[in-house]
């Protein structure tokens, strides 16, 4: 649990969670019984589906309202300008980006802007949406290796839609 703690510390460094011990409460549940948190959230499919990803599975459910999850590009880019205040330019139609195309755009102008913030893909949606949250560059290494370490899926910018 505590590697948990830390990566979901990490993932919301820059939020203020009111309900953090609920969170963790919720996320305790998972490991100890991931049966009953799986019949709790009307995910008992993933058992059979992907037994072992319940905890990528709940870390994404319990701080999905913090992450950027949207199944077309421009969505995607409303999600991340609203996240930023709007400090972003608007998406760029004219460019017609595909959704590899449209990362290494936004993650140039993302370092151009907020050279401190890194865009990664986060956990599986189990849907055809991509899950994507802005975090801090230096914590990049670390929240990977806590992912490899969870089994919880994590890329960087330059690996999202290229695997």
């Known amino acids: 649990m505590e590697k948990i703690k830390e990566l979901i510390n990490l993932l919301l460094a820059d939020f203020e969670i009111e309900n953090e011990n609920e969170i963790w409460d919720t996320l305790q549940l998972a490991v100890d019984n991931p049966e009953q ?13 992907d037994p072992d ?16 999850v949207g199944d077309k590009i421009d969505e995607i880019h409303e999600l991340i300008v609203d996240e930023l205040d709007g400090a972003l330019p608007p998406y760029p139609y004219e460019k017609k980006l595909n959704a590899a195309d449209y990362i290494e755009w936004v ?4 370092k151009s802007e907020f050279p401190e913030l890194e865009l990664i893909e986060i956990g599986d949606s189990y849907a055809d949406t991509i899950q994507l949250m802005l975090v801090y560059g230096e914590d990049v290494p670390r929240i990977k290796e806590l992912c490899n370490d969870l089994n919880i899926r994590c890329n960087k910018a330059d690996e999202i839609l290229k695997l």
Do not use: K, P, R
């Not at 993650?107 to 993302?110: W, Y």
């Open 37 to 49: 948190y799986l019949a709790e959230n009307g995910a008992e499919w993933l058992l059979e589906a």
């Open 53 to 68: 990803g319940v905890i990528q599975f709940a870390v994404s459910n319990e701080i999905g309202e913090f992450m950027i």
């Open 107 to 110: 993650s140039a102008e993302l």
